[in-house]
């Protein structure tokens, strides 16, 4: 059965803890990454693991993936999503493929900071799969098998500066500002047969208690084993690497008519992008500072559950 692991700062010290029932029990093991904790311990050895037991209002709660880890996106992702988006999601045959800045992880319930030149800045809940093994060369991985390469799960919220993104045909740049990549709170370590739950999971965003976002890991187009062999054929990755597979529908973001699309290719650059920002700024789903966005994940038998982040818009 799975097991919730936290990166927590306790006395002035970053330790590592596990979670169960509202308590920390903190666990001797001197790892400073991800990568060395999953590498050196099985779920079955930090479960059996004595230490200490702190509440969570007694610690402050890191992010459990450290940013010394890749972190590898898909876009367009779940059915419903890419519909909205202008895709059919029958007709794609490619994975969207991007990557985030490492220094915009950060904690489950840390603010985020929407930078003074961004107006349009989206929400994104996503399921992140932290990886357990090194990748180095191309291999096919069995959807039965994908616990061999996945150690566990995250909740991902991927903020996006939609007017850096979309103008600047900038992904990277677009969702890469610092605090744009919450992580956690928990790191949901899975053994042998919970991979039945990783195709059943609910996940859920609400803006100040509004449910925005609101799908299910079965519609996913592109699933993990799938992805993750199409992607050993590119780069290596390396154990506590983080790959976010996507979001549901119901982004702030509302993509143009095929028709609308078609117009603006005929007219210049410069005043194509400003009538796409102008359109965009009228849509009242886009961030504002003092609200607050929610998210959670877990599966619907209860035996995954990835905690909930809680994120303050805040200015910069």
Request: aromatic share 6%.
């Amino acid at each position: 059965m799975a097991v919730n692991i936290a990166r927590i700062e306790h006395e002035n010290s970053i330790q590592w803890g596990r979670q169960l029932e509202g308590k920390i029990t903190l666990l001797p093991i001197p790892c400073t990454t991800t990568g060395e904790l999953i590498s050196n311990y099985s779920p079955s050895e930090l479960k059996s693991m004595t230490g200490a037991e702190v509440t969570v209002e007694e610690i402050k709660i890191l992010s459990p993936v450290t940013t010394n880890q890749q972190f590898v996106c898909q876009g367009a992702n779940y059915r419903q999503h890419m519909i909205e988006s202008g895709v059919d999601p029958d007709a794609k045959t490619f994975n969207m493929i991007f990557t985030k800045a490492q220094s915009c992880i950060c904690p489950a319930n840390n603010p985020v900071i929407r930078p003074r030149h961004v107006a349009l800045l989206d929400y994104e809940v996503e399921l992140g799969l932290v990886l357990k093994q090194a990748i180095d060369h191309p291999i096919e991985i069995r959807p039965e098998s994908i616990t061999d390469y996945v150690a566990g799960l995250v909740i991902v919220n991927d903020y996006s500066a939609r007017d850096v993104q979309i103008p600047q045909m900038q992904f990277y740049k677009g969702k890469s500002f610092r605090t744009f990549g919450p992580v956690g709170p928990w790191l949901c370590l899975l053994e042998q047969n919970d991979e039945k739950h990783l195709l059943n999971l609910n996940l859920e965003l609400k803006v100040d208690g509004e449910i925005r976002q609101q799908d299910n890991t079965r519609n996913l187009v592109f699933q993990p084993a799938e992805t993750l062999s199409e992607l050993s054929g590119v780069q290596n990755f390396a154990p506590g690497d983080l790959l976010a597979t996507g979001t549901p529908a119901g982004c702030a973001l509302a993509a143009p008519s095929p028709r609308v699309q078609r117009l603006m290719g005929l007219i210049p650059e410069k005043t194509k992008w400003r009538l796409f920002v102008n359109a965009q700024s009228k849509r009242s789903q886009y961030l504002q500072p003092g609200q607050t966005v929610t998210t959670s994940i877990r599966s619907e038998c209860g035996t995954i559950n990835l905690g909930t982040q809680s994120n303050l818009v805040i200015a910069e």
